[in-house]
């Protein structure tokens, strides 16, 4: 096992680690976050020169238990496991028991008897990996619970962020659109506010409440006001599919409040850093000019998404281990 | 190979073993029952020592032909593979050509064709596997034909009690609940009665006839008469899902007369078995306290399931390997 | 690397292939035909000779991007790719965000972010592998796209006819049935003229039209003028499930004027070969006794398509290398 760590110039697997899930940005520290971060470059860099099996994870697991559809979420799990000599196997919610009505503990106990180690949950109802990691012996990865947290996400963001500006500390990170139904968005606040950095959470009243300011940040219902002094803009995706009422009157009006266009990344600082949780809505939350140009970070968001989900697997297959 | 083998003690390819295919039970003797679960119980316990990957069948490919929807099976056979070092396939029928009009044996012939050794195949038709059987080279398993045989979950029950009874001649093992359509029931028949159990039937007469008697099983239509006698209680379960008419008035009426709660439980031997294949309906086949009490063996039904289909595969290999 | 292609007699990488992608035979040089099949043939005699493994191409990853269901091309693929050694992916574009407005080039942009080194695709419009390998950097393979090409399975169709007649040159090719909607027709067309067979498209007046001439080939209404001068009859599927019009009056009409039996096959050649690419229409195209008889080499086909997928990712993995 050492050899490959070795290898690719990871280190020992870290004593100071203590965590046996990964529920939420909100659980952890700023080290343990830089922790993830630095592993995760690791990773990144050994994947980049052609490492495509590591096999630090041999003996391990893991299963997407996905309640909710998101192919690419899952596909990037799988892959960060299979990179890692994991086993991966898919419990696809819709085609599985759970229309028979078993609840969501005994289905994810039936999965660990089977011998899984780590249980990557998304469901739609807020604390559901919270509840599996109160009954299981398995480890425990939030792939989202509700609009709640999304840690990998947020992790993934942070990540691409330190990457293109060397730090997050002092930065003023902006988190743009529907703040109010979205995970991605408080893993980021949680995370950024950790390392230091400045949040702002701007959208239409609608979406973005006055309330958000007792979570540290501070909120605007106008981006071209924000503009000028912001170094990232996080544009979350406008989940049509979602069935939450009429939050705006038209597409094209949010569009025209909110769209990241040439016309407003000329007021923006000149190293602007655009990210965007996919799929995106092009002309939507960003002009295609923008989505394809030099300060979007969109395909390095993915690219680190499997990164930092092998160093997540990493980190908790020591408790997995454990637990045996 | 050998090696493998020698490291969890699993001991050389037993030359007795003969069967091309796995059925169902009734095919099976006593002998050859228990050899598969001494086999299986090897691969337990190498699988709970954190071997994950034992190489015994790195040159088999599996495929599971699942025309009935079945997540929990369909991964307890892919697993089971995995960790033998077999690659594995699954084959949905709902996502295949099988809409287009193609014929049962000319979709499992051209499964056989792209180089696959054993078919798991699961179809509401009795008889799917056998006809299967007769058509291909490669192996079949069959993984549940209708009402008709589950070949692998009889004999996870059946290891389940072997586990934890230290024997299964002259216990009373008594199958609760829809015997009429539940394959689940005869596989446990034919395996618990050729290894010396005596079985009761239980249900309401609308799902149990006298004519299982023809079966050289006892049946009964109260559960609290035979409770005081039985050593292991076997909770089926009740298929909602399932078109079948209405074989009881409701669901309440069902569990005030069959289903297994505290006050039952203390009518019964002080150490009965309790087991129930998943999904479980709590409330209706049992109440919670029962599932998840002491006496309860379900989620080790589960660990079992995959160690009986490692046995399985690992047994129907050599057959796989002489018709090349 | 070298010791598996030399255990199998494969030979070094041909450093005259100079494809990133294979989008479909029009493409191809005779010469390059001729490679991929004969390599095609070491893979195929190494698979039955039991070789599960053949670890060339442990450092790619595929990804099979379907966004039409084809259960058999994509276990085909993923096949192919596993027994080479490589990752295999499936990204399901029905359970996917595609249904979220996503672009079909950002989807692929983001699977190729991920780590993808081949992208498998099959869509129904036509052109969409060649935009993908327009945008992508990683090699892409058109599992077909719509009516246009479906390049492998021509390559295994011709596979098939070189296997079983020694050579393509100067045999007479006839592709029976729906040619206007035939992917498989266009790529069988350019292969087989490629390689110097002579080809007669056949079929009704309402699926086979005169401008066909213009590619090169002769076209007929009546199979049974042509069926004494064909050495080769590819019986295309009747693909009942697509929403064209009605081109016949009803099936038994198609059967009586197209349908190959046993009364048609007493007016062919002695050695016709006949194929068909799954899944066939028993009594549509065929009749049993002709798709089970010894003319046939139906279910050859499919154990060709496996090996000619090995060839082509094989043949495409040193692009793939190249661009990293």
Known sequence: MSTAAEQIGLGAYPSEWRHRHLLGLEELSADEI??????????????????????????????????????????????????????????????????????VIDTAKNIEAMGTDVVIVRHRTPGTPHLLAQNLRASVVNAGDGPHEHPTQGLLDIMTIRERRGHVEGLTVALVGDIAHSRTARSNIWGLKKLGAHVIVCGPSTLVSPRWKELGVEYSWSLDEILPRVDVLNLLRIQFERQYGRPFPSVREYAHLYAMNAERLAKTKDDILILAPGPINRGVELTPDVADGSHSAILEQVTNGVAVRMAVLWLLSGAARDKR
């Open 34 to 103: 830089t922790l993830i971060l630095d592993k995760a470059e690791v990773f990144k860099r050994a994947i980049l020169q052609g490492h495509r099996r590591i096999p630090l994870l041999n003996d391990i697991t893991c299963v997407t238990l996905f309640f909710e559809n998101s192919t690419r979420t899952r596909i990037s799990f799988s892959l960060a496991a299979r990179r890692l000599g994991a086993d991966s196997i898919d419990f696809s919610a819709s085609t599985s028991s759970l229309s028979k009505g078993e609840t």
